[in-house]
């Protein structure tokens, strides 16, 4: 088993009917993934080092050359590693980027794992936005950032990783535990059968438990 090897990331679980054949064209990754680097698969304990952070929609996500990801079309990224470290960076780039892409079904196709729950996300996704189409804006607010991580547990297969986020100062700390799994040669956010995102969202009083974790951390 190549553990980082590339993938093509694409699956064909794409509901029948008119616009079935345009769904799946949409949900096939361009280019295969490259061969990555890492090959340290314990659960970190520290931050993970050699990641660099960008700018989405507010909000600072992390990468890394050797874990992942590598390849960014638009609003999806894909292309990590089969490690822990890719699974945690697969978490806070994918669970940010399906909370604020508008570009969110394609997103769907192409990072959240198959099967009734990512029906059910899309469902409840869809209610939202025509929701959201027909109320008042209510304004941006403060974009909460990533602070720190907790594992749960870790397979090659599949991963929990808890994710902590606040805003400035620690005024507010609010955590989420999430599910990843490798599906067809990628990390994909496995979401609830309610459609939800995280199977636990909780406010959070400190860091104690978790690994301090943000961009220009040390």
Same mark, same amino acid.
């Given at each position: 088993?190549?553990?980082?090897?590339?993938?093509?990331? +694409?699956? $064909?679980?794409?509901?029948?009917?008119?616009?079935?054949?345009? #769904?799946?064209?949409?949900?096939?990754?361009? $280019?295969?993934?490259?061969?990555?680097?890492?090959?340290?698969?314990?659960?970190?304990?520290?931050?993970?080092?050699?990641?660099?952070?960008?700018?989405?929609?507010?909000?600072?996500?992390?990468?890394?050359?050797?874990?992942?990801?590598?390849?960014?079309?638009?609003?999806?990224?894909?292309?990590?590693?089969?490690?822990?470290?890719?699974?945690?960076?697969?978490?806070?780039?994918?669970?940010?980027?399906?909370?604020?892409?508008?570009? %969110?079904? #394609?997103?769907?196709?192409?990072?959240?794992?198959?099967?009734?729950?990512?029906?059910?996300?899309?469902?409840?996704?869809?209610?939202?936005?025509?929701?959201?189409?027909?109320?008042?804006?209510?304004?941006?607010?403060?974009?909460?950032?990533?602070?720190?991580?907790?594992?749960?547990?870790? $397979?090659?297969?599949?991963?929990?990783?808890?994710?902590?986020?606040?805003?400035?100062?620690? #005024?507010?700390?609010? +955590?989420?535990?999430?599910?990843?799994?490798?599906?067809?040669?990628?990390?994909?956010?496995?979401?609830?059968?309610?459609?939800?995102?995280?199977?636990?969202?909780?406010?959070?009083?400190?860091?104690?438990?978790? $690994?301090? %974790?943000?961009?220009?951390? +040390?």
């Amino acid at each position: 088993m190549d553990d980082c090897g590339p993938g093509d990331d +694409s699956d $064909t679980d794409v509901a029948a009917g008119p616009s079935s054949a345009s #769904l799946l064209l949409s949900a096939a990754p361009a $280019t295969p993934c490259p061969a990555l680097g890492a090959k340290d698969h314990g659960v970190p304990a520290l931050a993970p080092a050699g990641v660099t952070w960008s700018l989405y929609h507010e909000s600072l996500l992390p990468m890394s050359e050797s874990a992942g990801s590598v390849r960014a079309e638009g609003d999806v990224v894909r292309c990590f590693a089969r490690t822990p470290i890719a699974a945690l960076l697969a978490t806070a780039q994918i669970s940010a980027r399906y909370s604020f892409s508008d570009n %969110w079904k #394609l997103l769907m196709e192409r990072s959240l794992a198959p099967g009734p729950e990512r029906d059910a996300a899309r469902t409840v996704r869809a209610s939202a936005e025509a929701a959201a189409a027909t109320s008042q804006p209510s304004g941006t607010g403060t974009v909460m950032q990533l602070v720190a991580f907790k594992f749960v547990s870790y $397979t090659d297969d599949a991963a929990a990783v808890e994710l902590m986020r606040g805003t400035d100062g620690d #005024l507010q700390l609010v +955590s989420a535990l999430y599910t990843v799994k490798w599906v067809n040669g990628g990390w994909r956010l496995q979401v609830q059968a309610s459609g939800a995102q995280a199977s636990m969202v909780q406010k959070e009083s400190s860091l104690s438990g978790f $690994t301090p %974790w943000q961009a220009g951390g +040390s």
